[in-house]
């Protein structure tokens, strides 16, 4: 009796090249993903008056309690970055309705959070 004896290659190149290149690609994606989070970090770590600009002085100097109506009707003609580029303060806070804000911190807070959205 003969028997056919069938070899299967231990290392199948088609099936290791799928995994290389998705095993690449993991990798890859990482990256990117550390790379936004990276930026993320740092556009967070800048300082408010960076952020903020001359908007940061006037929030400073500002009496609170204030409501967001009074913020827009005394600076709302303030430029701020935003993700898609510059606005006016004005422009930032029109999603929202009218808020009490007790200190220069507490408006701060409320515009970087509009603004980072």
Same mark, same amino acid.
């Given at each position: 009796?003969?028997?056919?004896?069938?070899?299967?290659?231990?290392?199948?190149?088609?099936?290791?090249?799928? %995994? $290389?290149? +998705?095993?690449?690609? *993991?990798?890859?994606? #990482?990256?990117? &993903?550390?790379?936004?989070?990276?930026?993320?970090?740092?556009?967070?770590?800048?300082?408010?008056?960076?952020?903020?600009?001359?908007?940061?002085?006037?929030?400073?100097?500002?009496?609170?309690?204030?409501?967001?109506?009074?913020?827009?009707?005394?600076? %709302? $003609?303030? +430029?701020?970055?935003? *993700?898609?580029?510059? #606005?006016?303060? &004005?422009?930032?806070?029109?999603?929202?309705?009218?808020?009490?804000?007790?200190?220069?911190?507490?408006?701060?807070?409320?515009?970087?959070?509009?603004?980072?959205?």
């Amino acid at each position: 009796m003969d028997h056919l004896v069938e070899t299967v290659p231990e290392n199948n190149p088609g099936r290791d090249e799928n %995994g $290389d290149e +998705e095993n690449g690609r *993991q990798p890859e994606r #990482k990256q990117e &993903e550390e790379r936004d989070r990276a930026h993320e970090d740092r556009a967070m770590t800048d300082g408010p008056d960076e952020r903020l600009g001359d908007l940061d002085d006037a929030l400073e100097n500002q009496d609170y309690p204030t409501t967001t109506d009074e913020l827009v009707a005394a600076y %709302g $003609d303030y +430029e701020v970055e935003a *993700q898609g580029g510059t #606005k006016s303060l &004005e422009k930032v806070l029109a999603p929202t309705d009218n808020q009490t804000y007790d200190s220069a911190d507490d408006a701060r807070s409320r515009i970087l959070g509009l603004i980072h959205r």
